[in-house]
Structures are given as C-alpha cells and as structure tokens.
DNA sequence: ATATCTGCCTGCTCGC
DNA sequence: TGCGAGCAGGCAGATA
C-alpha cells in the first residue's frame, strides 16, 4: 500500500533513470486507468514529450514534462510504476494496465492488480491536488499548521490522520504508528487535544515518515520499490498489523479495533483514551 | 456546512 | 476439496 515513504521511493529512483526520456508512444489497456483526459487523448498528446523532472506531493507522483505539462501518478493499493526494457517479459504481465514506449528502447509501465490507481495529465496540477493538506516533511509544516487542520474537527483522530486534506501522505500503516508514538488514541476526536499532545504528533508525522524513507519504505503483501530491495520498515513497525503482541514500550497486548472502516492498531497503555500520561 | 457510508477492484484466507 | 464470505484500503461521490 503506497503511501508517503514508498511513492517517495519510487519517485526518487525514477528522478536517476526517467528524466531525459522521450515518449514514442502510449498504449492503455484498461482505459479508466487513464482519468484525465480521455485515453484516446492522452495517446495522441503524449508522444514527442520528454520528462524533465519527477516530484511527489503526498502520495502522487508528478512527471513534469518539456511542454509544460505534468503527468500525475497514484499508484492507490497495488499501483507499480517502473521502467522496463523492451524485451521484458514483464510487459505482458496481466495485470499491465497502461504503458509508455521511450525512444530509448525503454518502457514505462503501470501495472496495477485492482485497477484503482489512475493517471492524469494536465497543464495545471492543483485541478488533480490542489486540496492536498501540509506536506508533512517539509520544513514549513509546523505544530501550529497541524493545530489549524485538528481542532475544528470532530473526527477521530485516526479518521483525521487518514484526511488528505488535513496532512497529505498518510495512510493506514503510518497513521497508526504515528498516533502509538504520539502516545494519542486513535478514538480522541480533533478537538479534544491539547496543544503538548498535538506537538508531539507533528513529531511522531515526521519521526515515522522519516525512519520509514531511510527504509525504502514498507512492504507488505503488494508495494515493492521499483528497482532493487524491497522496503525494510515492515520490520520496524511498532503497531500496525501486529495485534495481540506486546507493546514495544510497555508490554501489554496490542489491539486492533475499527476506526472510519479501517483496521486500527494500539497499545491501550501508552495510548489512553483521555488525557495525558503521567508515565 | 461537516460527518459517515458505499462503490470501485482482485486475490488471498478462513470456516464450513 | 470446493466454495462463498470476509477482508485488505485510498479516494470519489453519495447520503445523512
């Protein structure tokens, strides 16, 4: 499941590779993959563009391109972007969903088993993310901006964390991790925490993004990194999908509960359901 | 307006 | 062994 750490992989091993490739041509084999424009379009638009830079804004991938123009990737649930050379037999892969030949023999391919990841291209970005919250590592992202986007709020904190438009990157693996380090309970809604706990969960954001980055990300069941090693962290992870197992700082068992139709991981010690801890 | 629910999708695991 | 139910979950769009 791609979220900051691992689409910020991915974007930086195809910033090395992608960058100077030429489109030749488009070929979409599941054309609601393709969300803007029509697919048809974009196989007429694409060719003769060439990529001049990869970025990454939460969880989508922007390949910026000479005309201006920026192809925008979210790779969803089981969504992999990676480059393949003409002769790969990944190419045929059934789950292949979209894939662009470069002049250069190569292949950017989209291959995507449940169909929910989708490209756009466009002139503008903000139409696809303009609505997209603080992005959680940059160094402008402050306690005060997390404070702005929680306190109206009457959610669950966990339902929050999962908001795009409240903090852009987080999904279920690192929201749950991020709240057990910010010792706060997925079910405190937004305007119950105070000004300590929401400092120390602007920490636990950034701590968690930031040591799972250094791993290459997490992976578990369909993410794997482009190239190379799959991401580590799955071996790092102090909560999620590790119900009844001892809490890494205190030892009582973890729980998993359902919060906003989410599987949702905590320790019921170090994240209590009001207040502060003394400990 | 905000909060919550459903549909999109496929493949794996579980219980009978 | 076979088979249906349940589950995984990001996000758009519908509903309350």
Not at 244 to 249: S, T
Request: glycine fraction near 10%; charged fraction near 25%.
């Amino acid at each position: 499941m791609p979220e900051l750490p691992e689409v910020e992989t991915i974007a930086s091993e195809l910033r090395r590779s992608l960058v100077g490739g030429r489109v030749t041509r488009v070929h979409v084999l599941w054309s609601r993959t393709i969300a803007q424009p029509d697919a048809a379009v974009l196989a007429d638009l694409l060719p003769g563009q060439v990529f001049t830079g990869v970025g990454r804004r939460g969880k989508y991938l922007l390949l910026g391109l000479d005309s201006g123009d920026t192809l925008i990737v979210h790779l969803r649930m089981t969504g992999r972007l990676e480059l393949l050379p003409g002769d790969s037999p990944a190419l045929a892969n059934t789950h292949i969903r979209a894939w662009f030949e470069l002049a250069d023999g190569r292949n950017l391919a989209f291959t995507d088993q449940r169909k929910f990841g989708r490209i756009w291209l466009v002139g503008d970005v903000a139409q696809v993310i303009g609505k997209l919250g603080p992005e959680p590592l940059d160094w402008r992202f402050t306690p005060d901006d997390l404070a702005e986007r929680i306190r109206p709020r009457r959610v669950a904190m966990k339902a929050l964390l999962l908001d795009q438009t409240a903090v852009a990157g987080l999904g279920n693996i690192y929201a749950d991790e991020a709240l057990f380090l910010a010792g706060i309970h997925p079910l405190r809604i937004g305007v119950s925490l105070t000004d300590a706990e929401i400092g120390r969960l602007h920490d636990a954001i950034r701590q968690v993004l930031g040591e799972a980055i250094g791993e290459r990300g997490t992976t578990l069941r369909d993410y794997r990194p482009a190239y190379g090693a799959e991401g580590a962290y799955q071996n790092r992870l102090r909560v999620y999908g590790q119900p009844d197992q001892p809490c890494p700082r205190c030892g009582a068992a973890i729980q998993r509960i359902r919060v906003a139709q989410r599987s949702t991981h905590f320790c019921p010690v170090c994240q209590p359901t009001r207040g502060e801890t003394t400990s």
